[in-house]
Structure formats: structure tokens, C-alpha cells
């Protein structure tokens, strides 16, 4: 099979793992607390968007294969991720597992996201640019570069979090260092797009 299709099965059967455990949880806990719901509604509505997008006629680029993959790939971790965690909250709540567990499970769910932020930061910067060369409307290799080493530092940076901290203040200090890289990461991007000098109509050389 493919990469690009395994890919594909592996982000499609890990969202059905995810909204599957949703839809089984709805049916079975009572007053289940709705934001337990909110990643799932996000995590499956952007891989729908990107999904779209990707097949768009309208698009203004293509994306490579590579990308793609890659895109798959990250939503396809992240819902199995979701969906391991959301199983563990099902079980908690039903007293299926022994309490005592929470605290360990929580803290386990931590780091798991701080790796996962140092190994997308890692891989990052080796993405291609979709764009021919000198068409890009920002500059992808630069700001890909910054995002890296800033996703990388933020992951060691969680993880060494939710390994030392008592778990409350773990999980403060860890979703302000994720909300506050995903704020710079946003800004990079625009600045760049804001500044990077695109000549569209630049006649080619020889011309």
C-alpha cells in the first residue's frame, strides 16, 4: 500500500476510534461534561477541512504528497492520542479502573504531549516547500526553522513540567506554555506573510 494511503487509513480508522468512543460515551455516562467533547469536535473538524481543501479545485496550490502525509499523519497521532485519553476517562468514570491510577495517568497523558511536540518540531523543518522556488508567499523554510526549535524547546519544556510539578500546577504551567507557543507560532507566520517580497509576475530569466 502506499505511504500516501496508509497514511489516509491511519488518520480515517484512528478519528473513527475517537468519534466512535465519543458517541459510545454519550450513549453510556450519564452527564457526561461536554468539554470532554470540544478537542474531538476540533481535532476531526480541521482534519475534514484540511481534507477538503486538499481535494479542492479552487485551492490556490496543491499540496505534495509529503505534506499530506505529513498532515495525515499528525491528525492521525493526535486522535489516537484523544482516543486513548477519552478511553481512560470513560474507565475512570465508570470505576472500571481504580482511582489511584488518575494521578499517574495524568501525569503519563503530559508527557506524552510534550514528546509529541519535540518530535513534530523535529520533524518540521525538513517539510518542502509546495510552492516552485521564489513563489512562496512567505518564507517557508525560515519560518518552518523558528517553528521547529520553538515546538522542540516547548515539548522538553512540558515534559519537564508534568515530571517535576504537583499535577495542577503542571497542567497550568503546560497549557500556558502551548497557548503561548501556538500565539507565537501564529504571529511568525504572519509577520512573515506580511513582509516576505513576492514578485508574482516577475517575468522568468531569459525572458
Not at 469536535?41 to 477538503?52: K, R
Not at 492521525?76 to 472500571?96: D, M, P, Q, S
Not at 495542577?168 to 497557548?179: G, H, K, N, Q
Request: with cysteine.
Amino acid at each position: 500500500m502506499p505511504e500516501r494511503r496508509t497514511s489516509l487509513v491511519f488518520a480515517l480508522a484512528s478519528m473513527l476510534a475517537l468519534v466512535g468512543l465519543a458517541a459510545w460515551g454519550l450513549a453510556t455516562v450519564p452527564g457526561l461534561p461536554p468539554r470532554w467533547l470540544v478537542p474531538i469536535v476540533i481535532v476531526a473538524g480541521l482534519w475534514t477541512y484540511v481534507e477538503w481543501v486538499a481535494r479542492s479545485p479552487r485551492t490556490a496550490w496543491t499540496p505534495t504528497a509529503d505534506i499530506m502525509r505529513w498532515h495525515r499523519t499528525v491528525f492521525g497521532v493526535i486522535a489516537l492520542f484523544l482516543a486513548v485519553k477519552f478511553a481512560a476517562r470513560l474507565a475512570f468514570t465508570a470505576e472500571a479502573i481504580d482511582p489511584e491510577w488518575i494521578p499517574l495517568a495524568r501525569r503519563s497523558f503530559g508527557i506524552t504531549v510534550g514528546l509529541m511536540f519535540t518530535v513534530w518540531g523535529n520533524y518540521l523543518p525538513k517539510l518542502l516547500s509546495p510552492w516552485p522556488p521564489g513563489r512562496e508567499p512567505f518564507n517557508w523554510q525560515g519560518v518552518h526553522r523558528f517553528v521547529g526549535r520553538l515546538v522542540t524547546l516547548a515539548g522538553l519544556t512540558v515534559m519537564i513540567v508534568w515530571l517535576v510539578l504537583p499535577l495542577d500546577i503542571a497542567r497550568l504551567v503546560s497549557a500556558a506554555v502551548v497557548l503561548g507557543t501556538c500565539l507565537i507560532v501564529v504571529g511568525r507566520k504572519l509577520y512573515s506573510v506580511a513582509t516576505w517580497p513576492v514578485e508574482r509576475d516577475r517575468p522568468l530569466p531569459g525572458r
